[in-house]
T-cell receptor
Framework: DAKTTQPPSMDCAEGRAANLPCNHS???????VYWYRQIHSQGPQYIIH???NNETNEMASLIITEDRKSSTLILPHATLRDTAVYYC???????????FGQGTRLTINP | EAEVAQSPRYKITEKSQAVAFWCDPI?????LYWYRQILGQGPELLVQ????????DSQLPKDRFSAERLKGVDSTLKIQPAELGDSAMYLC????????????FGSGTRLTVV
């Protein structure tokens, strides 16, 4: 599975869009980009995933560059409850094992 | 919404003692995982079950850790004897066979070894 690189920490003001970058320059054609987040003292929670097209659900949007070497998770209107560690993970099709890196610690400030 | 149940929520034990954690996955989920998360780090996979069979235990310290899922439903992770370095959050997760739906994690057991 391809490795990912994320900034260790980010800050965002409440109500603004939070844009979390992820670099996955060695991603291969059948690998998906998954995002999970972990709120303090809870288990990780699935957010969204995509292959090459941009994706949107009720939680977030995922923008994947055309060359697929990087992606951005967008929380359109961040709230204090979005403060968490966000993990970007690349998974091959059919894989059933998540491998977590260090993630990005996102702090939403009032 | 279905949840992965874990107990206990917190556990304090003395080093050299035995400790056990329990996990009840979402009904119908064939795959069950145990992860360990040291403070400040991402979760690390310890063991993966498919039904009652171990699929991957390459990162499980087998001299002191054991895991079982006898009937392919709930699972127990045991540490004997516990060491100070075992202090961590132990997370259980389950998934259906379709990986695209992702995993569902429990809230974990916070272990402190003193």
């Amino acid at each position: 599975d391809a490795k990912t690189t994320q900034p260790p920490s980010m800050d965002c003001a409440e109500g603004r869009a939070a844009n979390l970058p992820c670099n996955h320059s060695t991603i291969s054609g059948n690998e998906y980009v998954y995002w999970y987040r972990q709120i303090h003292s809870q288990g990780p929670q699935y957010i969204i995933h995509g292959l090459k097209n941009n994706e949107t659900n009720e939680m977030a949007s995922l923008i994947i560059t055309e060359d697929r070497k990087s992606s951005t998770l967008i929380l359109p209107h961040a709230t204090l409850r979005d403060t968490a560690v966000y993990y970007c993970i690349v998974l091959s099709q059919g894989a059933q094992k998540l491998v977590f890196g260090q993630g990005t610690r996102l702090t939403i400030n009032p | 919404e279905a949840e992965v149940a874990q107990s206990p929520r917190y556990k304090i034990t003395e080093k050299s003692q035995a400790v056990a954690f329990w996990c009840d996955p979402i009904s119908g989920h064939a795959t069950l995982y145990w992860y360990r998360q040291i403070l400040g780090q991402g979760p690390e996979l310890l063991v993966q079950f498919q039904d009652e069979s171990v699929v991957d235990d390459s990162q499980l310290p087998k001299d002191r850790f054991s895991a079982e899922r006898l009937k392919g439903v709930d699972s127990t992770l045991k540490i004997q004897p516990a060491e100070l370095g075992d202090s961590a959050m132990y997370l259980c997760a389950s998934s259906s066979d379709r990986a695209f739906y992702g995993y569902t994690f429990g809230s974990g057991t916070r272990l402190t070894v003193v």
